[in-house]
């Protein structure tokens, strides 16, 4: 038994020995911290900017809130000169006293839910989108606001004044 187990053990060694590594200047094994601190760290880049943006089609006017030159948009308004309404599409639902025609259906591209409806273009709730740049909206946490003081308010303005609605 001793015949196969000091072999064994001697060959062990000889293996640890092997796989520990050695600084070259100072002949000593690094630090767990050395060896974290030479990893590469891959950072994460930043998250992109969520703003109003405004497009025209034709006569339909789009206020969408979203990232700029993308599909990532969290809600969406539309409108045209000559309706009542302002029809409203996101991933949130848009929170206003005269919503109709609310539905809540599954998006076929990502599988979550889209929620759609349409909001008298005198309510409150745009009236204060006009004046403050934010829309109160419900998510699946809760309430809360898209936009900021400091979002684009020439695509609000421009957005107001194609549907026939001008304000601020």
Not at 116 to 137: F, H, P, Q, R
Request: charged fraction near 15%; glycine fraction near 8%; hydrophobic fraction near 45%.
């Amino acid at each position: 038994m001793l015949k196969i187990l000091i072999p064994a053990v001697a060959a062990l060694g000889l293996v640890a020995h092997a796989a520990q590594s050695y600084t070259a200047e100072e002949g000593v094994a690094p630090t767990l911290l050395d060896s974290v601190a030479a990893a590469p760290v891959e950072i994460a880049p930043p998250a992109p900017a969520l703003d109003w943006h405004f497009h025209k089609e034709g006569d339909t006017a789009k206020l969408a809130y979203g990232v700029a030159n993308s599909d990532q948009l969290v809600l969406m308004l539309t409108c045209t000169a000559g309706d009542d309404t302002v029809a409203t599409l996101g991933s949130v639902r848009a929170v206003a006293e005269t919503a109709s025609d609310e539905q809540s259906f599954e998006d076929p591209m990502t599988g979550g839910v889209l929620h759609e409806a349409a909001i008298d273009k005198a309510d409150s709730a745009l009236n204060a989108l006009a004046a403050t740049g934010t829309m109160t909206v419900e998510t699946a946490n809760g309430m809360t606001a898209l936009g900021s003081p400091a979002s684009d308010k020439a695509a609000v303005k421009a957005f107001f004044a194609s549907c026939g609605t001008p304000r601020g």
